[in-house]
C-alpha cells in the first residue's frame, strides 16, 4: 500500500505581511497554549526571515513568548537545540524568549 501526499509542496511561496499575518489566525488544538501553537506554526512553516517579522507581529497582537507547550518547556527550550534552528532561537532571544 502506498500513501499519497495530500498535499503538494509549495517552493518560493511569497510571504508578505499579510501572509507573515495570517499565520496568527491559526486555531491551538486543545488544552495547547495559543501562544505556543502559533509560534511552532511559523517556526514550521516560515524561513528565518519571514518568522523574524513574525515574532514583531505577535508580540504586537499581545501574545507571550514564554508560555510552556505540552512537555512543559517554553517554545525556545523547545527548538534550542534543532540542527538548523540558530537563526530562529537567534530571534526568539533577542525579542526576550526565555
Known amino acids: 500500500m502506498t500513501l499519497k501526499k495530500d498535499k503538494q509542496k509549495v517552493l518560493g511561496e511569497v510571504f508578505d505581511d499579510e501572509r507573515i499575518k495570517s499565520f496568527l489566525e491559526y486555531p491551538a488544538p486543545e488544552g495547547v497554549s495559543p501562544d505556543y501553537h502559533l509560534l511552532e506554526k511559523a517556526y514550521r512553516g ?50 526576550g524568549a526565555e
Open 46 to 95: 516560515m524561513k528565518a526571515e519571514n518568522f523574524a517579522t513574525f515574532v514583531e507581529f505577535f508580540l504586537s497582537a499581545g501574545y507571550g513568548l514564554n508560555t510552556s507547550g505540552p512537555a512543559g518547556k517554553t517554545f525556545l527550550q523547545t527548538i534550542e537545540n534543532h540542527r538548523l534552528s540558530e537563526d530562529y532561537v537567534a530571534t526568539l532571544k533577542k525579542a
